[in-house]
């Protein structure tokens, strides 16, 4: 294939990405933004095979270990489910880190193979990318690692600090900028290999004190960096389609970074270093005390919802695990024939990745018009009879405003207390995944419904 050819088909991929990217940015064009990421994708893998122009033996491996691992990746997407998703997510993340690291290990290695000399006298240009490469995908790799350990509950989702964390995290940082200029003067092996060593260490350091509340930042922080990864080891693959790709995915996950930081309060630059979520959490675990609460069960809740006028519905992560959004559509239906006005409130930090709870409804047919985000429905809790909390926990705590030594404080969180009743659907008074107490069980107008969230919301409905 020609290479004028090749420049115009990468830059009809490019252009495909960059639909899907449109396409993903709302639900409704959702399916068709995957599908030009699909044919994009097809695309690009296929140009860069026939490139290649000889054929060696070689290829047979190559294709050999692309069905297996396409194989791999294909069953592992279609059976797992909604509420593992975040968890899939951050390990194709490590992947990819992976991936670029081992790229920049066989460029290092044997350069003539990617045109970019002889070992120890590899083009400086070359060098720099690949150093940059390895080094964020290090990074991604191992940060990713232990998100997915958090997100899986195998390492507890709280914040593991210690004093002089920071600075550490820093003089980590600036040893990895001087090593790769030392790299570039003496292209010695052994920097090489330390490089990308340090850079395994700083990625399990910026995320460990990362608390779970801010764990939806993490898998776009970690989103963004997967793509720089990517990009830089184009330029050292000189593949445009790479490039390309990777620039569009670091920068949105960047931007999405930004929003979601906006939206909780937290600081961008801190997120990018990993120094947020770390804040002392003993402020929110303090209070074991018996509190009093009321409880109630789905004749209750039927009973409050057939005599209110308007119901916001709050969906969490405790939905996602039930399964119950299916069960929950059902009870809304019910609801509306009665003639209730239903809406649904969704936070951008709810569940455990962004648009995880948007995803859910769409998957059982919400319609796109009754779902909200936190800045267009937080002002109708006050007018609303009832909210119907089924597994949003921290999203909802209260502390979030009232609290300055809480781990969430500053947070945005949805004003559910200012309904005139509160049905909190929950398996127990158990923490959040940010491990603190919320106040909203204890509050007056709050009727807890302790049952499973997909058990209890088609009880709901039969009561109706």
Known sequence: MSANLSAILYLV????????????????TSRQG????????VIAVSVTFLSVGNFSSGFI??????????????FIAYRIPMTAMPELVAGFH???GLAAVFVAISAFINPAAFNL?????????????????AAVGAITFSGSVIAFLKLQGIMSGAPITFKGQHLLNALLLILIVILTIYLCSTQSSNLFWILIAVSFLIGFLIIIPIGGADMPVVISMLNSYSGWAAAGIGFTLENTA????????GSSGAILSYIMC????????NVILGGFGATDQTSGMQSKEQRPVKSGNADDAA?????????????????????????????VDTLKKNDIKVSYAIHPVAGRMPGHMNVLLAEANVPYDEVFELEEINNDFANADVAFVIGANDVTNPVAKTDPQSPIYGMPVLDVEKCKSVLFVKRSLSPGYAGIDNDLFYKENTLMLFADAKKMTEDITKNL
């Open 13 to 28: 991929s490019g252009v495909l990405f960059i639909l899907a990217l449109r396409g993903l940015s709302s639900p409704e």
């Open 34 to 41: 995957n599908l030009f990421g699909i044919i994009g994708m």
């Open 61 to 74: 491996y190559v294709l050999i270990f692309l069905a297996i691992g396409g194989s791999v990746g294909a």
């Open 94 to 96: 490590s992947l990819v």
């Open 117 to 133: 000399g002889t070992p120890g006298n590899i083009k400086l240009a070359s060098l720099i990318e690949m150093a940059i490469g």
């Open 242 to 249: 790479l490039i390309i790709t990777g620039a569009l995915v």
């Open 262 to 269: 906006k939206g909780m309060n937290r600081s961008f630059f």
């Open 303 to 331: 009973f409050l919802m057939k005599n209110a006028s308007s119901v916001i519905i709050v969906p969490g992560y405790g939905m996602a695990v039930a399964q119950a959004q299916h069960a929950l559509r059902e009870m």
